[in-house]
């Protein structure tokens, strides 16, 4: 049986992310195959149905609610994850409300007004933007896309909000990239399987030919790789 990934996240091939991302899909390993799951569909609330978690880029999701149940399963449960973008901006909300303990968490792109804004404009927005993304020595994202300085692309226009790193990372959230205007590029969990999250969006390039990103082709090993230890 393949191992089976769920590209959580509501289809559009008006975005070139989107059309992005389904070249990268071709290049994935054998054994390994990936599904869009509409998050306001059944499937998006049972991701028991799959070995890993893709949370892809376009918010505001049509269920944003789906969207976080899903990334609380995959934490609880050890299943490989890794969201990029919006997924990255998801799953931040995620762990703030499991581990940090802040339960009003919220996207300013959802909630401006109510609780506490984890999720918050950057800067200056980085739509259709590249920006120079370094890794931190010693984390798992270091470790798949190397330490030296890289151009990641972005469609984008919220990251984490400074005022709550900090108390991510006391809650165990391990930063592991940044990048001028963005900030916070990439959060990790060093104890869990594999729960990566980049701003920048690794997809970008296939459709030019560029070969599966690093980051993406390591989320696929460890994917597999639990397929296999069953």
């Known amino acids: ?22 070249a990268a ?4 390993p054998d054994g390994v195959e990936a599904t869009w799951v509409g998050t306001d569909t059944a499937a998006a609330r049972a991701p028991q149905a799959f070995d890993g978690l893709w949370v ?22 050890g299943t490989p994850l890794l969201g990029t973008c ?5 799953t931040v909300i995620a762990l703030a409300k499991r581990l940090a303990g802040i339960a009003d968490a919220v996207h300013a792109e959802d909630e ?14 980085l739509v259709g933007e590249r920006r120079t993304v ?10 798949l896309c190397g330490t030296a300085p890289f151009t990641g692309f972005h469609w984008c226009g919220y990251g984490l909000a400074d ?13 592991s990239a940044h990048a001028p205007d963005a900030g916070v590029e990439g959060i990790e969990l060093p104890d869990h399987p594999f729960l990566v999250a980049t701003l920048f969006q690794p997809q ?11 980051l993406i082709a390591g989320f696929c090993d460890v994917v597999a790789g639990a397929v296999v230890r069953r």
């Open 1 to 22: 049986m393949p191992a089976r990934i769920a590209l959580l996240g509501d289809r559009n091939l008006d975005y070139v992310t989107h059309r992005e991302l389904e």
């Open 163 to 175: 005022a709550f790193v900090a108390q991510l990372e006391a809650a165990g959230v391990v930063v």
């Open 112 to 125: 401006p007004d109510a609780g506490s804004v984890v999720v918050a404009p950057l800067a200056c927005s």
């Open 86 to 90: 919006g997924g990255f901006q998801a």
């Open 56 to 77: 892809c880029p376009g918010t505001p999701y049509r269920d944003g609610g789906a969207v976080d149940a899903a990334i609380g399963w995959a934490l609880a449960s």
């Open 25 to 28: 899909v071709t290049q994935l």
């Open 204 to 214: 970008v390039g296939a459709l030019a030919g560029a070969p599966l990103h690093p």
């Open 134 to 143: 370094t890794c931190v020595p010693g984390t798992r994202l270091a470790a």
